[in-house]
């Protein structure tokens, strides 16, 4: 089995920065294709950012993108979720998950492996 566990939720001002932090462990390959997603409370679950294996694509969401960066770091098996200039509209939980596939991709229904999430809370 695969594990996935993220890190580093909590409450922020707008502006403001958080970074995430998700831990694979268990059975697992050399490394995965990887993805954020989140979910709003009443909303689906949205794609927010993705990076390939070796790190070197990435893909985000319209809305993220100049704020938010994606990396990982295949030594210590771990994909990280740069934060900045944090909105309210960002509140959500932040899930992480794996894909079996080779390459990553913003559609939720590819990806194997899900973390349990971690809250993030944008608020003055």
Known sequence: QVQLVESGGGLVQ??????LSCVVSGRTRSSYPMAWFRQAPGKE???VASVSWSGRSTDYTDSVKGRFTI???NDKNTVYLQMDSLKPEDTAVYYCAASE???HNPDYSDYDYWGQGTQVTVSS
Do not use: A
Request: net charge positive; glycine share 14%.
């Open 101 to 103: 596939m080779l390459t």
């Open 14 to 19: 707008p502006g403001g920065s958080l970074r």
């Open 45 to 47: 679950r949205e794609f």
């Open 71 to 73: 990396s990982r770091d």
